[in-house]
């Protein structure tokens, strides 16, 4: 059974940094695709940034364009959300979710597409 663990959330000011990291375990090892998504209170949860690992291809929210990146750790079991630049609207409770089969789709992310899922690391964000 595959596992995943978020860390590196906390409280920042506007304009600051955090890095997340989802550290994967169990199953059969193969993943191709790793998505970040967050979630506000009485909000429906949303992708932030994905990144299929065979092409390196990414994708990200327009919202945290040029100010998120998802990258791979040198530990291939590893991965990262790095946050800059950070806004308000930025605070919610974020998820590593990956799917073992199949690139992550070019076009949109959505939780369908994704079968294993953490249970989360809180960003607070204040302005």
């Known amino acids: 059974q595959v596992r995943l663990v978020e860390s590196g959330g906390g409280s920042v000011q506007a304009g600051g940094s955090l890095r997340l990291s989802c550290t994967i375990s169990?199953?059969?090892?193969?993943?191709?695709?790793v998505g970040w998504f967050r979630q506000v209170p009485g909000k429906q949860r949303e992708g932030v940034a994905d990144i299929s690992p065979r092409s390196g291809g990414t994708y990200y929210a327009d919202s945290v364009k040029d100010r998120f990146t998802i990258s791979q750790g040198s530990a291939q079991n590893t991965w990262y959300l790095q946050m800059d630049s950070l806004k308000s609207e930025d605070s919610a409770k974020y998820y590593c979710?990956?799917?073992?089969?199949?690139?992550?789709?070019?076009?949109?992310?959505?939780?369908?597409?994704?079968?294993?899922w953490g249970r989360g690391t809180q960003v607070s964000v204040s302005s």
């Open positions: 169990g199953g059969n090892g193969r993943t191709d695709c």
């Open positions: 979710a990956v799917r073992s089969v199949g690139s992550c789709s070019p076009v949109k992310m959505s939780m369908a597409q994704f079968d294993d």
